[in-house]
C-alpha cells in the first residue's frame, strides 16, 4: 500500500474513549460532543475496589472502557463493528484492509508506546483510543491521538508493542468504527435514559464498593493504606495516584465531574429543563472539591506527609464528596423523571 | 505597559507566589518558552499544575475545566495569559 491518509478531521479532547469515539462519528457525517457521548453512555462512576486481583486498593471514577460505546449503541442505534485479533499480524492486515478501503478505525493502545508524546507523559496505560488515519510510504501509520495537537506518525513497531500490550485490560489489538449511524435520533430519550442509568449506577447497585457505596468505602478504607504498603515510599506513590487517577489520566478533570457538569448544561437544553443549568453548576462545584482531593493527596505524596491524621483528613473530605453526590443524584433522578 | 504584557507579568508573579518559587524573578520566566521541560528558567511538574489551575482560578476566576486542555495552556506564559483573555471575553 503506498502512503495515504484519510480526509479524518482531527481534534483533541478532554477524553481519549469518548473523544476517539466524537472523531469516529463526525468522520461518518455525525457531530455529537464528547460531553453527550459520556453523558448519554452514563459514563460517570465510582469504584473503590480493595482485592486479591489489585496489589494495592485503586478507584475509578467513570464506567469500564467500552461501556460508554455500548450504551450509545443501545440508546441512539448506533453501530460498531469491534474485533480483536489473536497474532499482531493478523490485525495489522486487517488495519491495512480497513485503510485500503477508505475506513480509518479506532484502536486500542499502551500510551507507553506512543512515541509522540513527550516522554514525562508516557506511562503504562493500557487502555488508551487513538484513531488510525493513514500511513506513509515507508509504511508507518498516521495517528490521530486527541493528546496530541495535530496528525503525527507512528512507527508500525510502536503500533504494534502498544496494540498488543499485556496486563489486565489487553488490547489484543482491539479495534472499532462505526458501521450504522440512524438518520434520525431521539436525543431526549436518549439523554434521559442516560441520566437515569447514571443516578442508578450511582445510587442502586447493590454491590458495597460502587457507586456512592464505593466513595464511602475508600473514604473509610484509606486510613488502612500505610499497614498494606510494602514501605512508605510505596505509600507515598499510592497516594499520589489519586492525584493521577482524578486528574492525569484523561479524566477531563476533577474525575470525570467537569465533563459530567458541561453534559448536564448541554442536556437542560435537549429536554427543555432549565433546572439542569443549575444541577450543572453543583457538578462543577463538585469538581472543584474533588480537584482540592487530588491537590491534597499529590501534596502529601510529594511531602512524604503520610500520616494516619493526614490520611482520615483525605478521608474526611471523601465523605463529603460521597454525601454531596448521594445529594446530588438523588435530586437529579426526581428531575428526569 | 499594554494591558497583554501587564496580564503575562500577574501570571509570572502568580506562578512564583504560589509554587513559592523563592529565587526565582517573576519578570525572567520567558514568555514563549516550555516551562514543563526544562526549556525556561523554571521547570514544573504536574503537581505544579494543578497548583496553577486552582490558582488561575482563584485569581482570574476562569477555569480550566479539561485536562488535556490544561498540559498546552499551562505550557507557557503566553497560553495562559491567552486562555485568561479568551475566558474573560465569552
Given at each position: 500500500?503506498?502512503?495515504?491518509?484519510?480526509?479524518?478531521?482531527?481534534?483533541?479532547?478532554?477524553?481519549?474513549?469518548?473523544?476517539?469515539?466524537?472523531?469516529?462519528?463526525?468522520?461518518?457525517?455525525?457531530?455529537?460532543?464528547?460531553?453527550?457521548?459520556?453523558?448519554?453512555?452514563?459514563?460517570?462512576?465510582?469504584?473503590?475496589?480493595?482485592?486479591?486481583r489489585?496489589?494495592?486498593?485503586?478507584?475509578?471514577?467513570?464506567?469500564?472502557?467500552?461501556?460508554?460505546?455500548?450504551?450509545?449503541?443501545?440508546r441512539?442505534?448506533?453501530?460498531?463493528?469491534?474485533?480483536?485479533?489473536?497474532?499482531?499480524?493478523?490485525?495489522?492486515?486487517?488495519?491495512?484492509?480497513?485503510?485500503?478501503?477508505?475506513?480509518?478505525?479506532?484502536?486500542?493502545?499502551?500510551f507507553?508506546?506512543?512515541?509522540?508524546?513527550?516522554q514525562y507523559?508516557?506511562?503504562?496505560i493500557?487502555?488508551?483510543?487513538?484513531?488510525?488515519?493513514g500511513?506513509?510510504?515507508?509504511?508507518?501509520?498516521?495517528?490521530?491521538?486527541?493528546?496530541?495537537?495535530?496528525?503525527?506518525?507512528?512507527?508500525?513497531e510502536?503500533?504494534?508493542?502498544?496494540?498488543?500490550?499485556?496486563?489486565s485490560?489487553?488490547?489484543?489489538?482491539?479495534?472499532?468504527?462505526?458501521?450504522f449511524?440512524?438518520?434520525?435520533?431521539?436525543?431526549?430519550?436518549?439523554?434521559?435514559?442516560?441520566?437515569?442509568?447514571?443516578?442508578?449506577?450511582?445510587?442502586?447497585?447493590p454491590?458495597?464498593?460502587?457507586?456512592?457505596?464505593?466513595?464511602?468505602?475508600?473514604?473509610?478504607h484509606?486510613?488502612?493504606?500505610?499497614?498494606?504498603?510494602?514501605?512508605?515510599?510505596?505509600?507515598?506513590?499510592?497516594?499520589?495516584?489519586?492525584?493521577?487517577?482524578?486528574?492525569?489520566?484523561?479524566?477531563?478533570?476533577?474525575?470525570?465531574?467537569?465533563?459530567?457538569a458541561?453534559?448536564?448544561?448541554?442536556?437542560?437544553?435537549?429536554?427543555?429543563?432549565?433546572?439542569?443549568?443549575?444541577?450543572?453548576?453543583?457538578?462543577?462545584?463538585?469538581?472543584?472539591?474533588?480537584?482540592?482531593?487530588?491537590?491534597?493527596?499529590?501534596?502529601?505524596?510529594?511531602?512524604?506527609?503520610?500520616?494516619?491524621?493526614?490520611?482520615?483528613?483525605?478521608?474526611?473530605?471523601?465523605?463529603?464528596?460521597?454525601?454531596?453526590?448521594?445529594?446530588?443524584?438523588?435530586?437529579?433522578?426526581?428531575?428526569?423523571? | 505597559?499594554?494591558?497583554?504584557?501587564?496580564?503575562k507579568?500577574?501570571?509570572?508573579?502568580?506562578?512564583?507566589?504560589?509554587?513559592?518559587?523563592?529565587?526565582?524573578?517573576?519578570?525572567?520566566?520567558?514568555?514563549?518558552?516550555?516551562?514543563?521541560?526544562?526549556?525556561?528558567?523554571?521547570?514544573?511538574?504536574?503537581?505544579d499544575?494543578?497548583?496553577?489551575i486552582?490558582?488561575?482560578?482563584?485569581?482570574?476566576?476562569?477555569?480550566?475545566?479539561?485536562?488535556?486542555?490544561?498540559?498546552?495552556?499551562?505550557?507557557?506564559?503566553?497560553?495562559m495569559?491567552?486562555?485568561?483573555?479568551?475566558?474573560?471575553?465569552?
Amino acid at each position: 500500500m503506498s502512503g495515504t491518509q484519510l480526509p479524518f478531521e482531527h481534534k483533541m479532547s478532554a477524553h481519549c474513549e469518548t473523544g476517539t469515539l466524537s472523531s469516529q462519528l463526525a468522520f461518518h457525517g455525525m457531530e455529537l460532543s464528547e460531553a453527550l457521548i459520556f453523558g448519554i453512555g452514563s459514563g460517570i462512576f465510582f469504584g473503590y475496589f480493595n482485592n486479591k486481583r489489585f496489589a494495592f486498593p485503586t478507584f475509578i471514577v467513570r464506567s469500564k472502557p467500552g461501556q460508554i460505546r455500548k450504551n450509545l449503541t443501545k440508546r441512539l442505534g448506533i453501530k460498531f463493528e469491534t474485533e480483536t485479533f489473536k497474532t499482531p499480524q493478523q490485525a495489522q492486515e486487517k488495519l491495512d484492509a480497513l485503510l485500503a478501503k477508505g475506513i480509518p478505525p479506532a484502536t486500542q493502545v499502551d500510551f507507553f508506546f506512543m512515541d509522540y508524546l513527550p516522554q514525562y507523559l508516557r506511562v503504562h496505560i493500557n487502555v488508551h483510543f487513538i484513531n488510525v488515519v493513514g500511513k506513509t510510504e515507508g509504511g508507518d501509520y498516521l495517528i490521530s491521538d486527541c493528546y496530541y495537537p495535530k496528525i503525527v506518525e507512528l512507527a508500525k513497531e510502536s503500533l504494534q508493542k502498544g496494540r498488543f500490550a499485556g496486563g489486565s485490560m489487553a488490547p489484543e489489538g482491539f479495534l472499532f468504527y462505526p458501521t450504522f449511524i440512524p438518520k434520525e435520533f431521539d436525543f431526549e430519550k436518549a439523554v434521559r435514559k442516560g441520566i437515569k442509568k447514571a443516578c442508578f449506577n450511582m445510587l442502586k447497585i447493590p454491590i458495597p464498593f460502587l457507586g456512592i457505596k464505593g466513595m464511602r468505602k475508600f473514604a473509610n478504607h484509606i486510613t488502612e493504606w500505610p499497614k498494606l504498603a510494602i514501605d512508605a515510599e510505596d505509600l507515598s506513590h499510592q497516594v499520589s495516584k489519586i492525584n493521577i487517577l482524578l486528574e492525569d489520566q484523561g479524566t477531563g478533570g476533577a474525575g470525570f465531574r467537569f465533563m459530567y457538569a458541561t453534559f448536564l448544561k448541554q442536556a437542560a437544553e435537549i429536554l427543555k429543563q432549565p433546572e439542569l443549568v443549575d444541577f450543572s453548576k453543583r457538578m462543577m462545584d463538585n469538581g472543584d472539591k474533588w480537584r482540592e482531593i487530588s491537590l491534597m493527596a499529590a501534596r502529601m505524596g510529594r511531602n512524604r506527609d503520610l500520616s494516619v491524621e493526614k490520611l482520615r483528613e483525605v478521608g474526611a473530605l471523601i465523605h463529603e464528596r460521597a454525601n454531596v453526590e448521594e445529594r446530588f443524584f438523588k435530586e437529579l433522578a426526581k428531575v428526569v423523571k | 505597559m499594554d494591558d497583554t504584557k501587564d496580564l503575562k507579568l500577574q501570571i509570572k508573579e502568580m506562578i512564583v507566589a504560589t509554587l513559592n518559587l523563592t529565587d526565582v524573578n517573576p519578570a525572567d520566566i520567558l514568555d514563549d518558552q516550555p516551562l514543563f521541560s526544562g526549556e525556561n528558567v523554571i521547570t514544573l511538574d504536574s503537581i505544579d499544575g494543578i497548583e496553577l489551575i486552582m490558582a488561575i482560578q482563584r485569581q482570574f476566576n476562569v477555569r480550566l475545566d479539561d485536562q488535556n486542555l490544561a498540559r498546552n495552556i499551562l505550557n507557557t506564559v503566553d497560553a495562559m495569559a491567552e486562555f485568561i483573555t479568551s475566558k474573560q471575553a465569552s
